[in-house]
């Protein structure tokens, strides 16, 4: 009660989760709470192998969505770990698992992802994508090149995501903004996105797709 006092948004990662069988109880402990008082949930359902296997996720992730507003999750996190099925391909196959997972899980307000084409090691494509409201939003495909570090970036791509729900962003400038943070988060060494909400702007509204530096 104390910690999550004049909380609105508790953000939790999937890596958190993992740390200890202890830790996923007290997470989904506080999940129900927000819950019970109108907190919104954001989850990150990344996964680390060295951290636990597959099924032990997949177990944790079906105990956790029930208390999900916002969740960050792509294709491969709905074949391997919800078991979701499809026989579309491309947007169509990403729409189609959002769906389910909304189906679901229908106190899910939206899911978010990237899709990353590696071209070489320091030559990258992503592209953001964003579902609420039974409909599919897609960023540009941005073109990344001369990679300063890329560690970090699906970090950036949450926030922005985060900040442009706070903000009160539509869709499209929702992903397109979490995307450009993504984006240049590749040109900045270490795991963290130093750049201002400003200069992120900035980089959208120059209309540029392909990053060098």
């Known amino acids: 009660e104390t910690v999550l006092k004049d909380i609105d948004l508790f953000i939790v990662s999937g890596i958190s989760v993992a740390l200890s069988k202890e830790l996923e109880d007290l997470i989904i402990e506080m999940m129900k709470y927000c819950q019970q008082h109108h907190i919104e949930v954001a989850y990150d359902m990344n996964y680390r192998a060295k951290l636990w296997t597959v099924e032990q996720a997949g177990a944790a992730f079906k105990k956790i969505l029930p208390y999900v507003t916002y969740l960050s999750a792509g294709r491969l996190d709905a ?16 729409k189609e698992y959002d769906e389910q ?9 939206a899911i978010f992802s990237t899709e990353r084409t590696v071209l070489s090691s320091n030559h990258h494509q992503l592209t953001g994508y964003f579902y609420t409201a039974s409909q599919l939003y897609s960023s540009h495909c941005f ?32 992903v397109d903004y979490a995307t450009a943070s993504a984006v240049l988060k ?8 130093d750049m201002t909400v400003e200069e992120i702007e900035q980089f959208l509204n120059q209309g540029v797709r392909r990053v060098q530096r």
Do not use: W
């Not at 970090?155 to 706070?166: L, M, P, Y």
């Open 101 to 109: 997972i909304m189906t679901q899980y229908p106190q899910i307000k």
């Open 186 to 193: 590749h040109s900045i060494e270490g795991d963290a996105q």
């Open 143 to 174: 073109d990344i090149e001369d990679i300063v570090d890329r560690i970090g970036s699906g970090d950036a791509f949450f926030s922005g995501i985060i900040h442009g729900i706070i903000h009160d962003f539509d869709a499209q400038h929702c």
């Open 79 to 94: 074949q391997n770990f919800l078991k979701l099925k499809t026989s579309k391909t491309g947007l169509d196959a990403l």
